[in-house]
């Protein structure tokens, strides 16, 4: 019988900052306009769908055989630990609370965000799921840049002011680029392992070199966004309180970090994530006094 320790290592908790930041920040941005019922639902279907997408990917490069012998988290169908059937199901049970609170979030906004949460969920299933998944043609880090990214930021923002602003936009490329660095870090540590299975990332398809570069891109990028808005409120040069890490994990990363060692950068990216949205949030709030 599987654990709950095991449920919870297969949710993949540190992927987390992905789905927490974007509403965050969307809150933020919203300022006076923002609301708390609001605020819990859209962290509710931004969560829900991280873990659904989560045990959705275990699920399907479990039973297409490609979690076999992999470094980094528990996979729970690959190591034995939960049947396919298990793991589906939970899927399908993280899919579902993400749609109750979406619908619930949409009847107190707009029914506009019933259309983002059924391309949403669309986009979690079909990642490594179906006939065709996007996840093995090298399309992963554009659904999370648009997913994780754009719809989750201006998505809650929406939710709360019924409208959109330019600010906003730039903060959401941002979100998108961190989250992207999430996965783009996640693919080198599997670049060998994915090859051998023919899954095609972005990471096998470009190599290690050029892999290494995009995540150390896609790190420096929030940081000239935030120089961007800095016309808006110098605030917003408190985004580079996350410059140490930055820092930190870029230098790993061009001394050739691998294997085990990649698992520690994917946290400390994760931290980043949360270090920056914090600090853009702040601004934001601050800007709106």
Known sequence: MTTREEWIAGARPKTLPAAIAPVLVGTAFAGYNANAVNFFLALVVGVALQVGVNYANDYSDGVKGTDKDRVGPMRLVGSGAATPEAVKHAALIAIAIAAIA??????????ILIALGVLSIIAAWTYTGGPKPYGYFALGEVSVFIFFGLVATLGTYFAHVGSLSFEVLLASFAMG????????LNNLRDLEKDKLAGKITLAVKIGHSQTRRFYQALLFTPLLIAIALVPTSFYFLLAFLALPQILKVTA?????????A???????????????????????????R
Do not use: D, F, M, N
């Open 102 to 111: 979406g619908v619930s979030l949409a009847a107190r906004s707009s029914w």
């Open 177 to 184: 680029c961190l989250a992207c660095a999430i996965l783009v």
């Open 252 to 260: 790993s990363i061009r001394t050739g970090a691998s294997g085990s």
């Open 262 to 288: 990649l698992i520690e950068l994917l946290e400390r990216t994760g931290k980043i994530q949360i270090i920056y949205s914090l600090a853009i949030s702040l601004a934001s709030l601050l800007y709106a």
